[in-house]
């Protein structure tokens, strides 16, 4: 049986590469989801093609979704759950919504602290002197020596809400 008589039958079904284009994922990514659990494993064919229906789509248009809000793959993954046994109430949900709030929050904090930072190393230099006089260049050179062998150094960039989140 062809795919497309299979599609004709269980609606519309797609290929991996399709299911990404349509949702802006790479095809890693949602192997990815696929080998964390968190969408179904894909469909085998009669010709043992792997395919993907509407159900997939719509499940990860909603991880995609929850990962644009920054939530993490745990959080994702426990919205899910409540998705698929729907409880007596939500209250659950929304408090895992008032948590990641609560990490949105932290986080804007943590870029407020390096903001101000980022604005007094700036005040270090007036700007009209030559390079190797730049008191911004200066005090770089000055702070990263005196953070040689702290562990602050490994974690150091603009991050999301949740430092170790990925994918
Ligand atoms: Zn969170």
Redesign the pocket.
């Known amino acids: 049986m062809s795919i497309l008589k299979l599609g004709t039958i269980y609606g519309e079904i797609m290929k991996i590469g399709d299911l990404a284009k349509a949702t802006h994922t790479k095809v890693e990514t949602i192997r990815y989801y696929e080998r964390e659990g968190l969408l179904h494993e894909a469909v085998r064919t009669m010709g043992n093609y792997r395919v993907y229906n509407v159900e997939h789509l719509d499940r990860l248009s909603f991880i995609r979704h929850c990962r644009s809000l920054d ?2 793959l745990e ?1 994702i993954k426990t919205l899910l759950r409540y998705k698929d046994f729907p409880p007596e109430d939500c209250s659950n949900v929304n408090a895992l919504i008032d ?2 709030i609560e ?1 949105v929050a932290v986080r804007i904090k943590e870029l407020k602290h390096l903001q101000k930072q980022l604005i007094d190393l700036r005040k270090n230099c007036s700007g009209t002197g030559l390079v190797n006089q730049c008191g911004v260049l200066t005090e770089l050179s000055k702070a990263s020596r005196a953070e040689q062998g702290s562990n602050n150094l490994e974690f150091n960039h603009v991050n999301g ?2 430092k170790f989140s990925h994918k």
């Open positions: 939530m993490t959080e948590e990641h990490h809400t949740h």
